[in-house]
């Protein structure tokens, strides 16, 4: 993937041992950041918060006879929170506008 300031697509052929590579397309998954062609991330944050509601039903789901909330507060914190701050420090200026999709997992919980 080739990232620029200009608006037009730059189509270069790398190669590797005079291997050419192939084009990955539109995203590039590295250490399960979802990096698109123009940074956005908003792939990113739709699949991150996708996983953390589904772990956030999941433990509301094994936790429904907790008593204590400390006890829920911390399989929150290990669970979904962690999930939600994965590598935010590579995409958080881009969230700034999107952090209501984040906030709705929180008043979820």
Known sequence: MTYTFSYETIMF???VNDIALKYSGDCVID???TFDWSLTFQTQIKKVT???????????RMSAEFKFSNSLKTLYCSFVRSVLEYGIIIWESCTLDRS????????KF
């Open 13 to 15: 052929e790398y190669s």
């Open 100 to 107: 209501y999709q984040f906030e709705r997992v929180q008043r």
């Open 50 to 60: 996708c996983k953390a509601l589904k772990l956030l039903e999941f433990v509301k």
């Open 31 to 33: 250490l399960d950041i």
